[in-house]
């Protein structure tokens, strides 16, 4: 029932065969190909210089013009100097090795397309500096400082997330931002922080009317309080996702977004002021919002509060859409959310 990890993780040449991988997404960010038609990458340094990488570093691989495939010669924590600038066409594979982005700023995704994140530990992640940041070969530029996201995706499209652990950032785990699209979330491992997945810059910023975003299959976990995700503008599908107790609110938005909560298994805090799914932020009232719920499974009290009315199917095509599972399945679903381990030769 989980179409992304059936159409890889039994296979025992996974690691002969890594760019299969690329097959394999769902949703709106399904055509995203990452490295898929480039060499392979393979980091081997978790040292990090900003202005000038040196080769075998995790940012030398990321800010080339060329496709690639980048893959760890073995576990590492890297601990960034400054927001690592992706550039388009790449994959940062983690499978086989315990690879972590940590303790100071993370990723950034900004002006590109087709980028793969799979596999791998972002958490506890700083605020950037103002200074020098190359995001290719030839060019470098004047950072005035990251937010401290774990993953910040600005004006950017066709992004696959896929298990990842995502934990304790400055500000968000994952924001999806100005204009944004074209993105999938899977498999995830989400906790220990408050503000969590953003989806739209601000409520003027109508760019963000673009923003569409498939998320499914993560796992919501402990410690977590709210924007799992908050919208505003854009439509997102949020489908066969698990939701452990958070503390404000699951799923909310503002300025009309559209949000369609399909197969997702919500288990309410005991705090009984809690127990709603949703949270709406309106001046002007959010009866017509188009928010709706099909086949969510509500525990200990937990309910969605609809609105809007006509149909809000994702609209995605023949080649995006996939089988929903019924929302008291998601337990099963998302058991194996965040990094797996995977051993050559061996199915995952």
Not at 37 to 48: F, K, Q, R
Not at 276 to 284: F, G, H
Not at 330 to 347: E, Q, S, Y
Request: net charge positive; hydrophobic share 35%.
């Amino acid at each position: 029932m989980n179409p992304i990890d059936s159409c890889w993780r039994s296979k025992s040449d996974w690691a002969t065969n890594r760019r299969a991988l690329a097959d394999c997404a769902v949703g709106f960010g399904r055509n995203a190909i990452g490295g898929k038609n480039g060499a392979t990458y393979i980091v081997t340094d978790p040292s990090d210089d900003p202005s000038n990488p040196k080769p075998g570093t995790l940012r030398y691989g990321v800010i080339q013009s060329k496709p690639l495939w980048i893959v760890f010669a073995k576990s590492m924590v890297i601990k960034l100097k400054n927001e690592l600038m992706m550039n388009s066409y790449k994959t940062i594979d983690g499978r086989g090795a315990k690879v972590e982005i940590a303790y100071g700023p993370c990723i950034t995704i900004q002006y590109v397309s087709h980028v793969i994140i799979h596999g791998i530990g972002i958490h506890d992640c700083k605020p950037g500096t103002s200074g020098i940041v190359r995001n290719s070969p030839t060019h470098l530029g004047h950072r005035h400082g990251s937010d401290g996201d774990a993953i910040d995706i600005f004006h950017s499209s066709d992004i696959w997330i896929d298990h990842c652990y995502l934990a304790r950032s400055a500000d968000g785990l994952i924001d999806v931002i100005h204009g944004s699209t074209a993105i999938t979330i899977s498999n995830n491992f989400f906790c220990q922080h408050d503000k969590v997945m953003l989806f739209g810059h601000d409520d003027n910023n109508l760019e963000d009317k673009n923003i569409k975003v498939t998320v499914v299959f993560n796992r919501f976990g402990p410690g977590l309080v709210q924007r799992m995700p908050r919208v505003r503008l854009g439509y997102a599908h949020v489908a066969n996702n698990r939701y452990d107790q958070w503390e404000m609110y699951a799923i909310g938005g503002s300025a009309n977004p559209t949000i369609f909560s399909e197969g997702n298994y919500f288990l309410a805090p005991n705090n009984r002021n809690s127990k709603q799914v949703t949270k709406r932020e309106a001046k002007n009232g959010w009866n017509n919002w188009k928010w709706r719920s099909s086949r969510d499974k509500f525990v200990n009290g937990a309910y969605f509060v609809p609105s809007g009315y006509g149909s809000i199917v994702p609209g995605y095509t023949k080649s995006q859409s996939f089988r929903v599972a019924d929302g008291s399945m998601v337990p099963a679903l998302t058991t194996n959310a965040g990094p797996l381990i995977c051993f050559a030769r061996k199915a995952c």
